[in-house]
């Protein structure tokens, strides 16, 4: 099975002189100066890796946020091994009262923290108990050996969380977000640099190998895009409408009564699927009826029912 997320934006940056204009960031390549390449994980995340000058970083590519994450240099109680960010000349500290911090912290003043010392400081939490206390720049990089500049980059200088298991990897934030305030991630300046079309996409193998790309999709012969429209939002989100959902090993499509239906979120930097109760009782229903009907459901295997619910959801819209 192959999954290709598409997102395409209203507006294009930069002039397209040829139709096919694209970055492609390709599968378990040798590294070049500074690319994005293969992709891997699992069902609980899709990393990738990115170089820059001498850096090359393992990130999770994350729908949900905006900022290029990654550990700076002498971070405090960092599990992440290096390489670690280190600011260019260029770099610039977005200081903790501006418009622009406040975009990214999501509150009024910043400078209240004791750490901030008139930085923006963000704090950016997982479920398994990850916390990183985060420094806001504007800093350069470098993309196949052309410097993109003004990419918001997310300094990790503080890991206080209690987790279960280290996070050996950063983020890639992938979200928009609107205002003049906005800064750009580093898919808004790569687009403004090289003026591909104001569009990006994740191709996922059955294995999590894949392909991210920038610019126009990577289409195999006889492929097509069928695509879901996205809920216009206030925030850093990506929404779309469910009309129904199917669940892997059961012919039938459970509806959801339009009664039940809310936006939801399409978030690539998680793999657990959130519903209302009632849809999830609808889901529930669905399985325990064909499961009665076919004296069974090996296809469970040994795992719970909310886990499957987890890994095997697809969405029709």
């Given at each position: 099975?192959?999954?290709?997320v598409?997102?395409?934006f ?10 096919s204009?694209k970055?492609?960031l390709?599968?378990?390549s040798?590294?070049?100066k500074?690319s994005i390449?293969e ?6 995340g899709?990393?990738t890796s990115?170089?820059?000058g001498?850096?090359t ?8 946020s905006r ?5 700076k240099?002498?971070?405090?109680g ?6 670690y960010?280190?600011?260019?000349e260029?770099a610039?500290?977005?200081?903790c009262s501006?418009k622009?911090c406040m975009s ?5 003043n ?12 963000a704090?950016i939490?997982?479920a ?11 800093d350069?990089?470098i993309i196949n050996?052309?410097i993109i ?5 997310g300094a990790?200088i503080?890991?206080?969380g209690?987790?279960q298991k280290?996070?050996n990897?950063?983020?890639?934030g992938?979200a928009r977000?609107?205002?003049d305030?906005c800064?750009p991630?580093i898919?808004?300046?790569?687009i ?7 569009m ?8 999590y190998?894949?392909?991210f790309?920038i610019?126009e999709?990577?289409?195999?012969e ?7 429209p ?5 925030n850093?989100?990506y929404?779309?409408m ?5 669940v892997?090993?059961i012919?039938r499509?459970?509806e959801?009564?339009?009664q ?7 978030d690539?930097g998680s ?6 109760p ?6 529930g229903?669905e399985i325990g ?16 029912t ?5 890994d095997?959801?697809?969405?029709t819209?």
């Amino acid at each position: 099975m192959v999954v290709y997320v598409s997102f395409t934006f209203s507006t294009v940056v930069g002039e397209i002189n040829e139709k096919s204009k694209k970055l492609i960031l390709p599968l378990h390549s040798a590294p070049l100066k500074v690319s994005i390449s293969e992709l891997s994980g699992n069902y609980i995340g899709i990393i990738t890796s990115i170089t820059f000058g001498n850096i090359t970083a393992k990130l999770l590519l994350d729908t949900g946020s905006r900022m290029l994450v990654l550990p700076k240099e002498n971070c405090k109680g960092c599990l992440i091994k290096k390489p670690y960010y280190v600011p260019t000349e260029k770099a610039q500290l977005i200081e903790c009262s501006s418009k622009e911090c406040m975009s990214i912290t999501k509150t009024l003043n910043s400078c209240h923290d004791r750490e901030s010392t008139g930085s923006c400081l963000a704090a950016i939490t997982y479920a398994d108990g990850t916390k990183w206390i985060t420094q806001s720049y504007i800093d350069e990089v470098i993309i196949n050996g052309s410097i993109i500049p003004n990419v918001l980059i997310g300094a990790i200088i503080g890991d206080i969380g209690t987790k279960q298991k280290s996070m050996n990897y950063g983020l890639l934030g992938l979200a928009r977000c609107s205002g003049d305030s906005c800064l750009p991630t580093i898919v808004d300046s790569i687009i403004k640099f090289t003026g591909y079309k104001n569009m990006f996409g994740i191709r996922v193998e059955k294995d999590y190998s894949g392909k991210f790309t920038i610019g126009e999709p990577d289409l195999r012969e006889g492929e097509s895009i069928v695509y879901a429209p996205l809920i216009p939002s206030y925030n850093e989100k990506y929404f779309v409408m469910p009309k129904s959902i199917k669940v892997l090993g059961i012919d039938r499509v459970v509806e959801v009564p339009t009664q039940l239906m809310s936006p939801t979120i399409v978030d690539t930097g998680s793999s657990i699927s959130y519903f209302s109760p009632e849809i999830y009782d609808l889901i529930g229903n669905e399985i325990g009826d064909v499961c009665t009907l076919e004296n069974g459901c090996d296809w469970l295997n040994k795992k719970s029912t909310l886990g499957y619910l987890y890994d095997f959801i697809e969405f029709t819209t």
